[in-house]
């Protein structure tokens, strides 16, 4: 090795034990929030500390250099910082010291994996037999009433159940929990439940109604053709009704529906004054199924008669009322139509908003509170980030911001939808009084709670006080980071969460992709996945894995790019659809796939056939694969 060589290792033994100081020198500046967590994880601890100090400094150089004598360039440390840097001292050393040092050599990295692996084990349960990710799935309002559908989740893969508290209520929460425990028995499967706790819902307030009126029309072809006639139900549905959805038409004389024939024609004046006619197609005790060949406009008290029906008049099934009136109808749902360079009043009146209004708009905001948490300069979203402005105005109880992102035609902006604030500095807790009194349920039914809208390590002391190590030692804690504050203060939200006992993270990528930036969102989540390892907290990967499969049941191809990408994480979450249990065995079959390849950020070398030039070459001795050589 020449000279110049020696010195550049030199050189480099200087700069990593400057890095081993700064990161020591962080563990003793934390050492009263390490000695605060539980025993067992105090050595995820000092590694999380270790490791937020070590990515505090760009060694991007340091790496190359490293890389270029074939020594570790420190790029995979996650899991074990301290002892990396110390076996590259001791290798460095060994180099560029004429008698090979002094020092004993490193007794041996330990296995951050394996802490990661226990507390993925503790708090979501064994690992799969074919997959190292579990699968996690919201249950819909449908799993409270049928039992099947629960059943088959868990049959297709799934691993625990997670359940909105934000919605259905606990009667139905409750049913959902038996049944999940009911399937758990006739499958011998495992699956455990998470609880969401909703948090605060900041969302945009009511706006004025539209008319209260009702449109059926059928379905045509581009040329005019039905397809498919249009359909309502007069009076009352039956509760066993199947097949596809269709409007309710309320009625002042239910029963008059009731008493139709098949094949029966009933004529009105539409709202508009046109003539239209509907053909029963079935009927129920209290009302029947029509059809329609032309689009027809319903509104409360348009008066429905029947043609004569001889054949019913002959038996005495006739009704004795000749005509019934539509009863009333739901007003139809407004919106403001919001345009770039638009104005937009974010106000605490909750009086619903003018839908007609043009280039200024007001609409409330659930919760007041927060306005005086913001400031001029700061963004604002709304509707997952579909509407976007900046705050140019802030007022007693009001706030203005000047829109810059909309649609190019405009975009509807509704009521209840939801407000993003990312660069204020929000005063709000991320328990409710809501949460807390649902808290009382999820004690009672859950392995898992799951806390929503956490921005500080406060948020997380605030539910920990609100829990008896005791008497609540069986429910472990999953934290959903949805907002830059809870990013930015991720080593010290873990520091906290780790005087619990089991414990782990969701990346809530809905919220943190609106806060911030779609653009941003790839590097966010990479960035969580990689402090969680060194903490050896398990991650949940959520928000829109698999989505288009599941709600329409077909898959996009970047959707199962993104779901192979969550094998790096020790869980993913799939959202309710009509074709979720689709999406669970596609999920299941690609996590399976994957494992062999990646493992966090490590490639793993497994041996790949698709590139077998040899044909019939005889296989290792021991190796088994599929039957078709030419894929790997």
Same mark, same amino acid.
């Given at each position: 090795?020449?000279?110049?060589?020696?010195?550049?290792?030199?050189?480099?033994?200087?700069?990593?034990?400057?890095?081993?100081?700064?990161?020591?020198?962080?563990?003793?500046?934390?050492?009263?929030?390490?000695?605060? @967590?539980?025993?067992?994880?105090?050595?995820?601890?000092?590694?999380?500390?270790?490791?937020?100090?070590?990515?505090?400094?760009?060694?991007?150089?340091?790496?190359?250099?490293?890389?270029?004598?074939?020594?570790?360039?420190?790029?995979?440390?996650?899991?074990?910082? #301290?002892?990396?840097?110390?076996?590259?001292?001791?290798?460095?050393?060994?180099?560029?010291?004429?008698?090979?040092?002094?020092?004993?050599?490193?007794?041996?990295?330990?296995?951050?994996?394996?802490?990661?692996?226990?507390?993925?084990?503790?708090?979501?349960? !064994?690992?799969?037999?074919?997959?190292?990710?579990?699968?996690?799935?919201?249950?819909?309002?449908?799993?409270?009433?049928?039992?099947?559908?629960?059943?088959?989740?868990?049959?297709?893969?799934?691993?625990?159940?997670?359940?909105?508290?934000?919605?259905?209520?606990?009667?139905?929460?409750?049913?959902?929990?038996?049944?999940?425990?009911?399937?758990?028995?006739?499958?011998?499967?495992?699956?455990?439940?998470?609880?969401? #706790?909703?948090?605060?819902?900041?969302?945009?307030?009511?706006?004025?109604?539209?008319?209260?009126?009702?449109?059926?029309?059928?379905?045509?072809?581009?040329?005019?053709?039905?397809?498919?006639?249009?359909?309502?139900?007069?009076?009352?549905?039956?509760?066993?009704?199947?097949?596809?959805?269709?409007?309710?038409?309320?009625?002042?004389?239910?029963?008059?529906?009731?008493?139709?024939?098949?094949?029966?024609?009933?004529?009105?004046?539409?709202?508009?004054?046109?003539?239209?006619?509907? @053909?029963?197609?079935?009927?129920?005790?209290?009302?029947?199924?029509?059809?329609?060949?032309?689009?027809?406009?319903?509104?409360?008290?348009?008066?429905?008669?029947?043609?004569?029906?001889?054949?019913?008049?002959?038996?005495?099934?006739?009704?004795?009322?000749?005509?019934?009136?539509?009863?009333?109808?739901?007003?139809?749902?407004?919106?403001?139509?919001?345009?770039?360079?638009?104005?937009?009043?974010?106000?605490?009146?909750?009086? !619903?908003?003018?839908?007609?209004?043009?280039?200024?708009?007001?609409?409330?905001?659930?919760?007041?509170?927060?306005?005086?948490?913001?400031?001029?300069?700061?963004?604002?979203?709304? $509707?997952?980030?579909? @509407?976007?402005?900046?705050?140019?105005?802030?007022?007693?109880?009001?706030?203005?911001?000047?829109?810059?992102?909309?649609?190019?035609?405009?975009?509807?902006?509704?009521?209840?939808?939801?407000?993003?604030?990312? $660069?204020?500095? #929000?005063?709000?807790?991320?328990?409710?009084?809501?949460?807390?009194?649902?808290?009382?349920?999820?004690?009672?039914?859950?392995?898992?709670?799951?806390?929503?809208?956490?921005?500080?390590?406060?948020?997380?002391? $605030?539910?920990?006080?609100? #829990?008896?190590?005791?008497?609540?030692?069986?429910?472990?804690?999953?934290?959903?980071?949805?907002?830059?504050?809870?990013?930015?203060?991720?080593?010290?939200?873990?520091?906290?969460?780790?005087?619990?006992?089991?414990?782990?993270?969701?990346?809530?990528?809905?919220?943190?992709?609106?806060?911030?930036?779609?653009?941003?969102?790839?590097?966010?989540?990479?960035?969580?996945?990689?402090?969680?390892?060194?903490?050896?907290?398990?991650?949940?990967?959520?928000?829109?894995?698999?989505?288009?499969?599941?709600?329409?049941?077909?898959?996009?191809?970047?959707?199962?790019?993104?779901?192979?990408?969550?094998?790096?994480?020790?869980?993913?979450?799939?959202?309710?659809?009509?074709?979720?249990?689709?999406?669970?065995?596609?999920?299941?079959?690609?996590?399976?796939?994957?494992? $062999?390849?990646?493992?966090?950020?490590?490639?793993?070398?497994?041996?790949?056939?698709?590139?077998?030039?040899?044909?019939?070459?005889?296989?290792?001795?021991?190796?088994?694969?599929?039957?078709?050589?030419?894929?790997?």
């Amino acid at each position: 090795m020449s000279s110049a060589e020696i010195e550049e290792l030199r050189a480099l033994l200087e700069e990593v034990i400057r890095l081993r100081r700064n990161v020591k020198h962080a563990e003793t500046s934390s050492g009263g929030k390490i000695d605060a @967590v539980r025993p067992r994880h105090r050595e995820s601890a000092l590694n999380l500390v270790h490791y937020a100090e070590l990515r505090r400094h760009d060694i991007r150089d340091l790496q190359s250099r490293l890389s270029k004598y074939g020594l570790s360039s420190l790029g995979r440390t996650e899991a074990h910082v #301290l002892p990396s840097i110390e076996s590259l001292i001791w290798t460095l050393t060994r180099l560029v010291t004429p008698d090979g040092g002094h020092t004993a050599p490193p007794t041996g990295i330990p296995d951050g994996g394996e802490l990661l692996a226990r507390n993925a084990v503790n708090l979501l349960g !064994p690992k799969p037999e074919d997959r190292s990710t579990r699968i996690m799935v919201t249950l819909p309002g449908e799993a409270a009433t049928d039992p099947s559908l629960v059943r088959s989740m868990v049959e297709r893969g799934m691993d625990l159940a997670r359940i909105n508290c934000a919605h259905d209520g606990p009667p139905s929460w409750r049913l959902m929990v038996d049944h999940v425990r009911a399937a758990e028995e006739a499958t011998g499967k495992r699956c455990l439940i998470a609880m969401d #706790l909703a948090g605060p819902k900041l969302r945009t307030g009511p706006v004025r109604p539209g008319p209260r009126v009702l449109r059926v029309k059928p379905i045509r072809s581009k040329t005019g053709k039905i397809l498919e006639p249009g359909r309502a139900w007069l009076g009352e549905p039956p509760a066993t009704a199947s097949g596809p959805a269709v409007p309710v038409i309320p009625l002042d004389d239910a029963a008059w529906a009731g008493s139709r024939r098949p094949g029966q024609k009933i004529r009105l004046d539409d709202a508009r004054g046109a003539r239209r006619t509907l @053909v029963v197609e079935q009927t129920a005790p209290n009302g029947c199924l029509v059809m329609l060949e032309k689009t027809a406009y319903f509104t409360p008290g348009i008066r429905l008669a029947a043609a004569p029906d001889h054949e019913a008049s002959r038996k005495g099934h006739n009704h004795g009322r000749p005509s019934v009136k539509v009863g009333d109808l739901p007003a139809v749902e407004e919106s403001l139509l919001i345009h770039r360079g638009d104005s937009l009043v974010l106000t605490s009146s909750l009086d !619903p908003a003018d839908n007609a209004s043009v280039g200024t708009h007001r609409i409330g905001c659930t919760l007041a509170g927060v306005l005086a948490d913001t400031r001029t300069g700061e963004r604002i979203w709304f $509707d997952d980030g579909k @509407v976007g402005g900046v705050i140019t105005a802030v007022g007693p109880g009001e706030l203005t911001a000047r829109i810059t992102s909309a649609a190019p035609q405009g975009t509807r902006l509704r009521a209840e939808k939801g407000i993003n604030l990312p $660069d204020s500095r #929000l005063t709000l807790s991320a328990l409710t009084e809501q949460d807390i009194a649902d808290l009382e349920h999820v004690r009672e039914l859950a392995d898992i709670v799951s806390m929503s809208f956490v921005r500080s390590a406060a948020d997380v002391r $605030d539910l920990l006080a609100r #829990l008896d190590p005791g008497q609540d030692r069986n429910l472990d804690i999953l934290l959903k980071i949805e907002t830059v504050a809870a990013f930015n203060a991720l080593p010290d939200i873990l520091l906290e969460l780790m005087k619990w006992a089991d414990v782990g993270v969701m990346i809530a990528r809905g919220d943190l992709a609106v806060e911030a930036g779609f653009e941003r969102l790839a590097e966010v989540q990479e960035e969580i996945l990689w402090l969680c390892e060194a903490a050896h907290v398990p991650v949940i990967w959520a928000t829109q894995v698999l989505d288009t499969l599941a709600r329409t049941g077909r898959p996009s191809r970047a959707e199962v790019t993104d779901a192979a990408m969550a094998q790096r994480a020790e869980c993913v979450m799939l959202n309710k659809g009509p074709f979720i249990n689709e999406a669970i065995s596609m999920l299941a079959d690609i996590l399976g796939r994957m494992q $062999d390849h990646t493992q966090k950020k490590r490639s793993l070398l497994r041996r790949l056939r698709a590139w077998d030039q040899t044909g019939t070459a005889a296989r290792t001795e021991g190796e088994t694969g599929g039957t078709n050589p030419s894929w790997s």
